[in-house]
């Protein structure tokens, strides 16, 4: 699912941030706004906030190191968490590259979480790619919170899927999260064809006219404004780190593939020279 942006010709991974409304999405991204330097985000763009809640998504874009020569982009962007925006949570999901479920550990919240996770599980089912979870157990400080262990056995989670606690309130496991988001991320684009960056999620702009397209069906139910405000933040992975997740080798296919994206798109294909054989190519797309 990771693009490819022919504009900036950089790499582009987007995070979504699920889970239920009050969950604490929205505060994971004004932290993460917080700790990252303006120099490597961009602002929180939260499309027509009401009274605080996220009635269509927010956005906030990181700048991460660079991947085989080529620029890296991570677009955090939050969902509406309420049931009722469904049908605008919906295309928010399908075009991530990588998921962090929030949940609310709150003991009188276990019911709407269990729920939410139901939801997300069934919005996976729909995709044609597989895509990787991470779960935040959020609210920690709250009295009677639910530990991360008892999370995992309510959402039947294996030991697979990264678990990390936190208070986003405080700040606590948002870098954590964040991280571990990001690492999942580059992994992505190890194995997978590369597309061109599809207009429509380009920027916070393209992608609120697109999720504006969701009112007008039928089954869109009344129209509310739920906004997304993402953050870049301060990001302690260092490039060697990351250049781990995929190998020397792959960072050449990487290269080599976002070259290729490039000339499929057919505007600004990139200025490295020409390479030779790409071994780590995956499969191609449907
Ligand atoms: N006690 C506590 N409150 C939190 C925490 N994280 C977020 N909140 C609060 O929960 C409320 C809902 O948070 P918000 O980020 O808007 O939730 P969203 O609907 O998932 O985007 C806000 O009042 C936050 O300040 C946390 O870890 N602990
Ligand atoms: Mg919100």
Redesign the pocket.
């Known amino acids: 699912m990771a693009s490819f942006d022919s504009e900036r010709k950089c790499h582009v991974v987007r995070i979504v941030y699920d ?10 991204l004004k932290r993460v706004h917080e700790i990252i330097p303006p120099s490597r985000r961009s602002e929180i763009v939260t499309p027509a906030e009401l009274k ?3 009635m269509f998504f927010d956005w906030l874009e990181i700048e991460g190191p660079r991947q085989g020569g080529v620029g890296l982009y991570f677009q955090l962007i ?1 969902v509406p ?1 309420q049931i009722e925006r469904n049908y605008r949570r919906r295309p928010l999901v399908a075009m991530a590259d990588v998921i962090v479920f ?1 949940c609310d550990s709150s003991p009188g919240a276990i019911a709407d979480t269990q729920r939410t996770f139901a939801r997300l599980r069934a919005s996976i089912k729909r995709r044609t790619e597989p895509v990787s979870i991470i779960v935040q157990a ?5 009295e009677g919170a639910l530990s991360p262990a008892m999370l995992r056995r309510k959402l039947r989670l294996d030991g697979s899927i990264p678990m990390i606690s ?5 700040g606590d496991g948002v870098r954590a999260t964040l991280n571990e988001a990001m690492r999942v991320g580059v992994r992505s684009l190890k194995g997978a064809e590369l597309t061109p960056l599809i207009a429509e999620f380009a920027n916070a702009d393209n992608l609120f006219d697109h999720v504006l397209t969701f009112e007008d069906l039928p089954s869109a139910g009344p129209v509310d404004v739920e906004e997304v405000n993402v953050r870049a933040e301060d990001i302690d992975v260092e490039a060697q780190e990351m250049a781990a997740h995929l190998g020397a080798s792959s960072l050449d296919a990487l290269e080599a593939r976002a070259r290729r994206a490039a000339a499929r798109s057919g505007l600004h294909p990139l200025e490295a020279p020409a390479d030779g054989a790409d071994g780590a190519e995956g499969a191609s797309r449907p």
């Open positions: 889970g239920p409304g009050f969950a604490g999405k929205t505060t994971n605080g809640r996220t939050t968490g929030v959020n609210k920690q400080d709250v936190a208070n986003a309130a405080s």
